[in-house]
């Protein structure tokens, strides 16, 4: 029997079929090794005491004043969260040498680097972290302009209510580390499958030439 003759536009379409197949493949491959990757890091956490929040969840304290230091420190480990403290923003900047964290909390005026400069550093040096600055009631003007330069929130001090303070920084910390726990998520994905993923759309991609050429 004589084979049939070759229609290009029949390839057309069985190739349209083709990519989208394993498309689709590659989409439920990827939702599966995500979630297994999330029941693996689930049964990896280290949770805290009622399971308010992960202990790598990390928050860096930096005021000139010790008596923030002790209120925030008790509010927010009381909450589950790992928290460091330190007096200066040149101490925050070579301590965030040598570690991230989620979140930055840092009170506007301070000797030497102020809160602002230490919003601007975070930013120049692209750190993966977000801050929120402790401003004065009277300060609102500098509060928009943290906002405005990348700070993610701002407290007011003298604190009225100390449980909202430490609910609104627990609530920021937890967004930053569930995005960066995605991001890390999203690499081990691409490391993965990466390769296999660019491979198969370069062979899709030469027969779509071949089949244009036509």
């Known amino acids: 029997m004589p084979a049939a003759p070759f229609d290009p536009n029949r390839a057309k379409l069985l190739l349209v079929d083709l990519r989208a197949l394993f498309d689709d493949l590659f989409r439920d491959l990827l939702q599966r090794e995500k979630q297994r990757l999330e029941v693996a890091d689930l049964a990896n956490a ?3 005491v009622g399971g308010i929040v992960d202990h790598k969840t990390t928050v860096l304290v930096v005021d000139d004043e010790s008596s923030v230091w002790a ?7 009381e909450r589950g969260l790992a928290i460091e403290c330190v007096a200066s923003g040149e101490a925050a900047l070579e301590l965030l040498d040598k570690r991230a964290f989620d979140l930055i909390v840092t009170d506007k005026n301070m000797p030497g680097i ?5 919003l601007r550093t975070v930013r120049e040096r692209k750190l993966d972290t977000d801050v929120v600055l402790i401003t004065g009631y009277s ?3 500098a509060a928009i302009e943290a906002l405005n330069q990348g700070a993610v929130g701002y407290i007011e001090k003298p604190f009225d209510d100390i449980d909202a303070v430490g ?3 627990r609530h920021l ?5 569930r995005r ?6 999203r690499q081990k994905l691409f490391a993965r499958y990466g390769r296999a993923w660019r491979r198969y759309r370069s062979i ?5 030439d071949y089949l244009s050429d036509d």
């Open 46 to 48: 280290d949770e805290s």
């Open 114 to 118: 102020s809160g602002l400069d230490l």
């Open 71 to 77: 209120v925030l420190q008790y509010v927010l480990e």
């Open 173 to 177: 910390a937890q967004l930053h580390a």
């Open 204 to 208: 899709i991609k030469t027969f779509e």
């Open 139 to 141: 300060s609102k003007q």
């Open 180 to 185: 960066s726990e995605h991001e890390q998520m």
């Open 167 to 169: 609910d609104q920084i």
